[in-house]
């Protein structure tokens, strides 16, 4: 089960890093973006991948991982999950995840009408993405390394 949930939490990761990969190459990010149609198309390929991304791991990998190693209970709310997952050393702080969930929940409303909220937005996506990048690898790194994760799969 965690490894079906990982290759397409994978999938939504390796397409968000390539959209990812060709906003870096733009010489800036500012307001000229909007008035490039295969920019647009770049920059909305990598928020939808952003959030599909936060939110099959939010909703269900962590979920999961928890089970997997027997520290998941049904009534555990999100911050009990994170609260977890920060014992482990899986993420830094339970802090940081609600606020990658916060961007996600702003970007998965239509763009602002502020350019510039917009621009916003992208950025503090681009920085989110490279540290939830690093907590997956930290649950893949966990669950290939402990004995009690390999008996269970």
Same mark, same amino acid.
């Given at each position: &089960?965690?490894?079906?949930?990982?290759?397409?939490?994978?999938?939504?990761?390796?397409?968000?890093?390539?959209?990812?990969?060709?906003?870096?190459?733009?010489?800036?990010?500012?307001?000229?973006?909007?008035?490039?149609?295969?920019?647009?198309?770049?920059?909305?390929?990598?928020?939808?991948?952003?959030?599909?991304?936060?939110? &099959?791991?939010?909703?269900?990998?962590?979920?999961?991982?928890?089970?997997?190693?027997?520290?998941?209970?049904?009534? &555990?709310?999100?911050?009990?999950?994170?609260?977890?997952?920060?014992?482990?050393?899986?993420?830094?702080?339970?802090?940081?995840?609600?606020?990658?969930?916060?961007?996600?929940?702003?970007?998965?409303?239509?763009?602002?009408?502020?350019?510039?909220?917009?621009?916003?937005?992208?950025?503090?996506? &681009?920085?989110?993405?490279?540290?939830?990048?690093?907590?997956?690898?930290?649950?893949?790194?966990?669950?290939?390394?402990?004995?009690?994760?390999?008996?269970?799969?």
């Amino acid at each position: &089960m965690i490894n079906d949930i990982i290759e397409k939490v994978e999938l939504h990761k390796r397409r968000a890093k390539c959209a990812l990969g060709e906003i870096k190459n733009w010489t800036s990010l500012n307001g000229d973006i909007f008035e490039d149609f295969e920019k647009i198309k770049t920059v909305d390929t990598f928020i939808y991948r952003f959030i599909k991304l936060q939110d &099959m791991m939010g909703d269900k990998l962590f979920k999961v991982f928890l089970s997997e190693i027997g520290e998941y209970k049904d009534n &555990m709310s999100l911050v009990d999950v994170l609260d977890k997952l920060e014992k482990f050393e899986i993420i830094e702080d339970a802090y940081s995840w609600m606020e990658y969930r916060a961007l996600r929940n702003k970007l998965t409303h239509e763009y602002p009408n502020s350019e510039e909220d917009v621009i916003e937005g992208i950025v503090l996506a &681009m920085d989110a993405f490279e540290k939830i990048e690093t907590l997956l690898e930290k649950i893949i790194q966990y669950k290939n390394t402990k004995s009690k994760f390999q008996k269970r799969l």
